[in-house]
C-alpha cells in the first residue's frame, strides 16, 4: 500500500550529476531523484527494510537508476508514507525519499527472495500452489462467522487441514521450528504464511504473490480479500514478524 503526500508532477532541474552504482540495469528499468528531508545522504540498505544494515549512501538530489521494486517495511518520508522500496546498484533505498514522477511502481518487480514455499517435511494434505489456488476460491466480501477472527484455522485449512493445533496465530508462530521460519523477511512467496504480533492473538495470513496476500477481517469481518503487510500493519498496528513455510502443529 503507497499514500502519497504533497508530490509535486514537475521534473526537478538542475540535479546533480548522477552516481554511479554497481550492477548491470535490466530492461525497463526506471529512474529517479533522491531527496531527503534534512538534505543529509540517504542509507542504502542490504535488504527492503529500515531495520537491514547499511551498504553505502546516496547524495541529497542524486539521480539514480531504479532497476526493480519490492514490498518491504513501512517507511515515513519526503514524498509520504510508503512500503516500496527501490533496487538501486547493489542495495534497496525507500521510495519514500525518491521521486519519480508516479505515486506507484515504475520499475519491474524485483526477484527478491530466491526461497520459494515448500511442504516438504510438514505432511500437509494440499501443496503450496494448491493451498493458493483454494484459497482464492474462497475470496468474499460478507461478513461469515466461520471467518470472523479465524485467520490461523484458515490458513489450516487452505493447506487441507480443519484447524491449525494453535491456540492463536502468534502462539503457531512461537512453535514453528526455526528452520522453517524466516523472520523480518518481507519478500513472502506464493503459499507462504506471513505473522503478526499484536497484544492479542496476532494475526495471520497466506500470500497470493507479488507481495500481495489474502486475510479475513481487514476489509470488513467476517471476509476474506486481499490485502498487504502495509495494510495490516497500518490498519491494525500489528508488528509483522516474519514468514514462514506452512507449518502446522496439528501434524506434530
Known amino acids: 500500500m503507497r499514500i502519497r503526500i504533497g508530490k509535486r508532477a514537475a521534473a526537478v532541474a538542475g540535479i546533480a550529476a548522477a552516481i554511479v552504482l554497481a550492477g548491470a540495469t535490466p530492461a525497463l528499468a526506471?529512474?529517479?531523484?533522491?531527496?531527503?528531508?534534512?538534505?543529509?545522504?540517504?542509507?542504502?540498505?542490504?535488504?527492503?527494510?529500515?531495520?537491514a544494515g547499511s551498504v553505502g549512501?546516496?547524495?541529497?538530489?542524486?539521480?539514480?537508476t531504479i532497476s526493480c521494486q519490492t514490498n518491504g517495511s513501512t517507511v515515513d518520508g519526503k514524498y509520504g508514507?510508503?512500503?516500496?522500496?527501490?533496487?538501486?546498484?547493489?542495495?534497496?533505498?525507500?521510495?519514500?525519499?525518491?521521486?519519480?514522477?508516479?505515486?506507484?511502481?515504475?520499475?519491474?518487480?524485483?526477484?527478491?527472495?530466491?526461497?520459494?514455499?515448500?511442504?516438504?517435511?510438514?505432511?500437509?494434505?494440499?501443496?503450496?500452489?494448491?493451498?493458493?489456488?483454494?484459497?482464492?476460491t474462497r475470496v468474499h466480501t460478507n461478513d461469515l462467522d466461520s471467518y470472523?477472527?479465524?485467520?490461523?484455522?484458515?490458513?489450516?485449512?487452505?493447506?487441507g487441514w480443519t484447524a491449525s493445533g494453535s491456540e492463536t496465530a502468534y502462539i503457531h508462530w512461537t512453535q514453528i521450528p526455526a528452520s522453517y521460519k524466516h523472520p523480518g523477511d518481507y519478500q513472502v512467496p506464493a503459499g507462504g504464511l506471513a505473522f503478526f504480533k499484536s497484544?492479542?492473538?496476532?494475526?495471520?495470513?497466506?500470500?497470493?504473490?507479488?507481495?500481495?496476500?489474502?486475510?479475513?477481517?481487514?476489509?470488513?469481518?467476517?471476509?476474506?480479500?486481499?490485502?498487504?503487510?502495509?495494510?495490516?500493519?497500518?490498519?491494525?498496528?500489528?508488528?509483522?514478524?516474519?514468514?514462514?513455510?506452512?507449518?502446522f502443529k496439528v501434524n506434530h
Open 30 to 51: 526506471a529512474s529517479g531523484t533522491v531527496h531527503t528531508d534534512s538534505g543529509a545522504p540517504l542509507t542504502v540498505r542490504s535488504s527492503p527494510s529500515a531495520t
Open 199 to 247: 497484544s492479542g492473538a496476532g494475526h495471520t495470513m497466506i500470500s497470493i504473490g507479488d507481495g500481495k496476500f489474502l486475510s479475513n477481517d481487514i476489509n470488513g469481518y467476517g471476509s476474506y480479500t486481499e490485502t498487504t503487510i502495509a495494510q495490516i500493519k497500518s490498519k491494525w498496528g500489528q508488528t509483522y514478524l516474519g514468514w514462514s513455510q506452512p507449518w
Open 57 to 64: 549512501s546516496i547524495a541529497d538530489g542524486t539521480a539514480v
Open 81 to 136: 508514507t510508503s512500503d516500496i522500496w527501490d533496487k538501486v546498484g547493489d542495495g534497496y533505498v525507500s521510495d519514500a525519499y525518491v521521486y519519480t514522477g508516479s505515486d506507484g511502481r515504475v520499475a519491474p518487480d524485483c526477484a527478491g527472495s530466491t526461497l520459494t514455499c515448500s511442504t516438504a517435511g510438514t505432511g500437509d494434505p494440499k501443496t503450496c500452489a494448491q493451498a493458493v489456488a483454494y484459497a482464492k
Open 148 to 159: 470472523e477472527g479465524w485467520c490461523d484455522r484458515i490458513n489450516a485449512q487452505n493447506y
